[in-house]
Every structure is written in C-alpha cells, then in structure tokens.
T-cell receptor, first 114, second 112 residues
Framework: DTEVTQTPKHLVMGMTNKKSLKCEQHMGHRAMYWYKQKAKKPPELMFVYSYEKLSINESVPSRFSPECPNSSLLNLHLHALQPEDSALYLC?????????????FGSGTRLTVV | SQKIEQNSEALNIQEGKTATLTCNYTNYSPAYLQWYRQDPGRGPVFLLLIRENEKEKRKERLKVTFDTTLKQSLFHITASQPADSATYLCALVNTNAGKSTFGDGTTLTVKP
C-alpha cells in the first residue's frame, strides 16, 4: 500500500461546528504532516508528527488541534473555524522526519466554512 | 527567511517541445531540492530529488539540474505531452528545521 488516504473528501461546516479530518497510511512511515493549501498557492506546513510526537507547530491557531493516535493515523480536529480557514487540507507522510526522500500526499479534504 | 521563486505562474508550450521550469531561491543553501507535480484538486506527487552535490538527475523524460552557485534548479520535460499539463512545485528541504518549503508553482499547459 503506497497511499495516504484522507477522509472526508469534502466538508462543509458552520463556524460553531466541531469536525475532524482523518488521515491514514500503511507504508510504515514514521513522520506525518498536515498542510493547508489555498487556491493558486503552495502547501503551507501546519503540523509535523515524528514517531507519534508533535515536533513542529507552525504557530497554528488553537481552533486547529492535531492528534496522532498511532503511527498510521493522523487527525485534525476543527472547532470554531472562520470562513478564511476554507482551503484544501492535505495530509502527507515520509519514512522519517525531514522528508528528504519526498513526501507522499493524500488527495486532501476540501473544507468550506460557512 | 528563505525565499523561493518559480519563474512564472504559467507556461504554455506545444506538444513535443521541451518544457523548462525554473526554481530560484535565496537566504538558504539547501542540501536537497525536490520537484512535485500537482493536478487540480489533488495532492502533490513527488517526482524527483536532487542533492547539492549532484549537478543533474534524470528520470524517463524528466531532467533536473541544481546549481548551488546560481541558487537555481531547472526542471525539464522533454517530448512534452498534453498529459504533462499540471502545476509543478519545487521544494527546498531545510534539514536543520526538519521541514520543507514549497515554491508557488508553475502551471504548465501542453497544447496538442
């Protein structure tokens, strides 16, 4: 299995809702990442988990809360989001931290905050 | 902070020609540079990695060069096809910080 699977593919949520994005990989990768991508912009790093520990938080607002239950799973919990948080949220993994050999990305969750 | 510039937002070429995309960077000397392809609404797909001590890397119709003096990488697609139409992103690997930074990307359109 050489894929990163993200669910759901699309999500519409109100500003008072609580929702979660899920990411799964079975490649034995030990680093997992959350990126945010706006239209016609590059992916922007949000969080990095290395060996199931949070190693990088790029000063992301607390309304985004990551969780890594085990080495195969990564969640992003969302609460009280703003319309400007609407974007494509990408999960990625790499064999180890740093991602030197490249990242394997999922297809993303298209999030719309109304 | 490190800055990455990809030569143009869009590049249009005729099928069969060679597409050349440019990635320039400042304020950093990466040991590794990566290139990705991204199709609309999908995640980026890793294509090639080049190390600072490598001048050139090839994979099928793809060729990447890395000039650490000019702080530039060139990405070539030879014998381009309409199926090569996509956005191509370069990424600098900052091994000290444990993360990569992506350029804005160049959207390539190959016309039949």
């Amino acid at each position: 299995d050489t894929e990163v699977t993200q669910t759901p593919k699309h999500l519409v949520m109100g500003m008072t809702n609580k929702k979660s994005l899920k990411c799964e990989q079975h490649m034995g990768h030990r680093a997992m990442y959350w990126y945010k991508q706006k239209a016609k912009k590059p992916p922007e790093l949000m969080f990095v988990y290395s060996y199931e520990k949070l190693s990088i938080n790029e000063s992301v607002p607390s309304r985004f809360s990551p969780e890594c239950p085990n080495s195969s799973l990564l969640n992003l919990h969302l609460h009280a989001l703003q319309p400007e948080d609407s974007a494509l949220y990408l999960c990625a993994s790499s064999p180890r931290g740093q991602g030197i050999r490249g990242y394997t990305f999922g297809s993303g969750t298209r999030l719309t905050v109304v | 902070s490190q800055k990455i510039e990809q030569n143009s937002e869009a590049l249009n070429i005729q099928e069969g020609k060679t597409a050349t995309l440019t990635c320039n960077y400042t304020n950093y000397s990466p040991a590794y540079l990566q290139w990705y392809r991204q199709d609309p609404g999908r995640g980026p797909v890793f294509l090639l990695l080049i190390r600072e001590n490598e001048k050139e890397k090839r994979k099928e119709r793809l060729k990447v060069t890395f000039d650490t003096t000019l702080k530039q990488s060139l990405f070539h697609i030879t014998a381009s096809q309409p199926a090569d139409s996509a956005t191509y992103l370069c990424a600098l690997v900052n091994t000290n910080a444990g993360k990569s930074t992506f350029g804005d990307g160049t959207t390539l359109t190959v016309k039949p």
